[in-house]
């Protein structure tokens, strides 16, 4: 179940591109360890926590595009949709901070910490596995190709009860007769 979760977490991971290290100038807490992968967190804590990743991804995302829109409406010289974005990218912030403070009430502490350096790192899950999409891709080939083989059976089979010689009608009964 754990695995399973952890690959739940990995293809959303994949799909997201890395962000930049939000505290380039601080230096890691030397008590805590550094956590690169969500392996080592508690299992009850899995769910909630990729649901933190996949909330941090969504922000990351409104983030980004609203930051290219308001480079779009300052080359337009576009003042009224830059008021609106700012509001726009302060209530996405708001959400954000209410999000993240849910999420610090429900999760434990260490899962909070892993969840948090995780994130801070950009998702280093990424690079242990590098591994999953070759085998994932060979287990999709052999599918394809029992689907093939089989539908190839299918035709041939079709294809044999055609050539067959028809079965005679059925006869109709004889009446009897009386004896």
């Known amino acids: ?3 399973i979760a952890v690959l739940g977490l ?3 991971l994949l799909l997201s591109a890395p962000a930049p290290a939000q505290d380039a100038g601080r230096a890691p807490d030397a008590r805590q360890p550094a956590v690169t992968d969500l392996s080592d967190l508690p299992a009850e804590d899995l769910p909630r926590v990729q649901r933190v990743v996949a909330d941090e991804i ?3 995302d409104r983030v980004a595009r609203i930051r290219r829109l308001r480079e779009l409406a300052a080359e337009r010289n576009d003042a009224q949709r830059l008021a609106r ?3 726009l990218e302060r209530r996405e912030v708001q959400v954000h ?3 993240l403070e ?3 009430r429900v999760l434990s502490t260490r899962g909070w910490r892993g969840t948090q350096d995780f994130l801070r790192r950009g998702g280093q899950l990424r690079a242990r596995t590098a591994g999953v999409a070759p085998e994932r891709e060979r287990l999709q080939n052999q ?3 029992r689907e093939r083989e089989a539908n190839q059976q299918h035709r041939q089979d079709r294809r044999a009860a055609a050539a067959q010689p028809a079965r005679p009608p059925a006869r109709a009964p004889r009446p009897r007769s009386p004896r």
């Open 97 to 99: 901070e209410n999000n």
């Open 10 to 12: 990995c293809a959303v």
């Open 102 to 104: 849910r999420s610090r």
């Open 58 to 60: 969504e922000h990351r």
């Open 1 to 3: 179940m754990k695995t």
């Open 85 to 87: 974005l700012d509001e």
């Open 143 to 145: 599918k394809v190709q």
